[in-house]
């Protein structure tokens, strides 16, 4: 089977923003690509997504066109796509970095190398940033501790800050 990734931005409707709304997509959202061998990283700065979709071509074609006519979000633009590729984000079926809500140091960073006007976190235009900012939100989504620890439960937490 032919692996491909698939990388788009949009823009969000006010809807999608709301953290529960962002969590539950995030797990349906997970939970569906594991079945289907899709993983990814879906990035939020403002109201921009900025997605990556890797897995089998067929699947990722066909996931990518049921984002196209999803009313939460327009102004939808390909970025990349890309055929016999070696995965870059297969740790997950889908994991959401929202940038607004990254710890001070790891958002100064982000925001030192990516910062647009008024200071905020902007997805870059050029291709090859666009790799380098979802490599950079990896990286922060693999060592955010603080959101390992919203899925534990209260004594499980207690425990583990012990």
Not at 23 to 37: C, I, V, Y
Not at 54 to 60: H, P, R
Request: charge should be negative; include cysteine; hydrophobic fraction near 35%.
């Amino acid at each position: 089977m032919s692996r491909c990734r698939l990388i788009y931005k949009s823009t969000s409707t006010a809807e999608v923003v709301s953290n529960k709304t962002l969590r539950n997509l995030e797990q349906r959202a997970s939970d569906n690509n594991k079945r289907k061998g899709i993983t990814g990283l879906l990035v939020l700065t403002g109201n921009e997504f900025l997605q990556v979709l890797e897995g089998g071509a067929a699947d990722v074609t066909h996931l990518f066109g049921q984002i196209c006519s999803d009313s939460r979000h327009h102004g939808l633009e390909l970025i990349t796509f890309e055929l016999e590729v070696l995965p870059l984000f297969n740790e997950w079926g889908m994991r959401l970095v929202d940038l607004y809500d990254l710890p001070g140091d790891k958002r100064a960073l982000i925001s030192q190398k990516y910062a647009g006007k008024d200071g905020e976190i902007c997805v870059p235009n050029d291709p090859h940033l666009v790799y380098a900012f979802l490599l950079d939100a990896k990286h922060v989504c693999t060592s955010t501790p603080w959101r390992d620890r919203d899925s534990l439960s209260a004594s499980d937490a207690a425990n583990q800050n012990r």
